[in-house]
């Protein structure tokens, strides 16, 4: 995958249901993990990426402005923490 784990705030104009269902559908479609706050016309996308190309895909399948907000970039140990496998350490006799 490319790109780091972040997350990102963005605000686009979502005027109606129909598109709050096109925006969750295109985001579901890049396979990341997303809020969409229609009141506030925002939309938090988290995961591995890079965030112009996330606001450039979908300004071109929405063809509706995007502004990027706030970009939070984790650390990269954090992925490592929350995927790491648990071993167990119980010895049979």
Known sequence: MDGQICC?????NLDCNSCCRK???NIL????K???EKQQNRVSVCGRFKPADVAIKL????N??????????????YEAEQEAPIV???KYY
Request: hydrophobic fraction near 40%.
């Open 8 to 12: 990102m705030v963005m605000r686009v």
């Open 23 to 25: 925006m969750r559908r």
């Open 29 to 32: 479609n890049m396979k990341e």
């Open 34 to 36: 997303h809020l969409i």
């Open 59 to 62: 300004r071109k399948k929405m």
């Open 64 to 77: 509706r402005r995007v502004e990027i907000l706030e970009i939070e970039e984790l650390p990269i140990h």
């Open 88 to 90: 167990n350490h119980y």
